[in-house]
């Protein structure tokens, strides 16, 4: 079955503290994985691919085939990262049919 | 328009009901998609449409569900003989190009309770 985990519903931690969002996947041909976020009162957005190799806002993921995660790390959380993050994966070359994870909630505190 | 705006933003009804759920894609965005989320859960792919047809409506849940889009542009999302279950936040995207490589754009959503 095609499943995407998060298996933290709520990771809090304090500003400057690193940050690692859990993502593992579930599919039987070829992926390509994202991470999306919500921040509060505004609409969901990408915040990077793995097929991008990118770092955006200081983020990074990359993909372990072998052990089929995709996790999100940031070495120095910021306040302004609390957000809902959410994993999604969809078939490599495919469209948009994209399979989500229920989303984790990152609370950074001052 | 700015981005993809959904209307209503907020709708009530009583189950049995019919519902109409409005969705204005960008401007030149050839892909359009239907997600639907429930309390505590990441969205759930509903259908995808290429222009004016339904590439893959596979996400539908039923035949009380169905979406048209017919000048490529607009779509509505119409749900027939509500039920308490169909309560969720209705989200629509859009992309400039099909595939998966092509940045999804989300609407703000429209939440449906159903009563």
């Known amino acids: 079955a095609q499943r995407v985990t998060q298996p933290e519903k709520l990771l809090s931690v304090f500003k400057g503290a690193p940050v690692e969002l859990k993502c593992n996947y579930s599919y039987s041909g070829s992926p390509e994985l994202f991470w999306y976020v919500q921040y509060s009162r505004q609409r969901l957005q990408l915040l990077l691919r793995?097929?991008s190799r990118e770092s955006i806002k200081g983020f990074t993921a990359d993909l372990n085939k072998g052990e089929t995660s995709f996790h999100l790390k940031k070495p120095f959380a910021q306040e302004e990262d609390s957000a809902m993050y959410y994993c999604a994966l969809s078939r490599s070359g495919g469209y948009n049919k994209l399979i989500f994870g229920a989303g984790t909630r990152l609370a950074v505190h001052p | 328009g700015a981005g993809v705006s959904q209307t209503p933003s907020n709708k009530v009804t009583e189950k049995g009901k019919y519902v109409e759920l409005r969705c204005d894609p960008i401007?030149?965005?050839?892909?359009l998609y239907w997600y639907r989320q429930s309390l505590g859960q990441g969205p759930e792919f509903l259908i995808y449409f290429q222009g004016t047809g339904a590439a893959d409506d596979s996400g539908l849940p039923n035949d009380r569900f169905f979406a048209v889009r017919p000048e490529g542009s607009v779509s509505t999302l119409k749900i027939q003989r509500t039920e308490r279950g169909d309560s969720a936040v209705y989200l629509c995207?859009?992309?400039?190009?099909?595939?998966?490589?092509?940045?999804?754009?989300f609407g703000e959503g429209s939440r449906l309770t159903v009563l």
């Open positions: 793995h097929i």
């Open positions: 401007s030149g965005h050839t892909a």
């Open positions: 995207a859009s992309s400039l190009t099909p595939g998966v490589g092509g940045e999804l754009f």
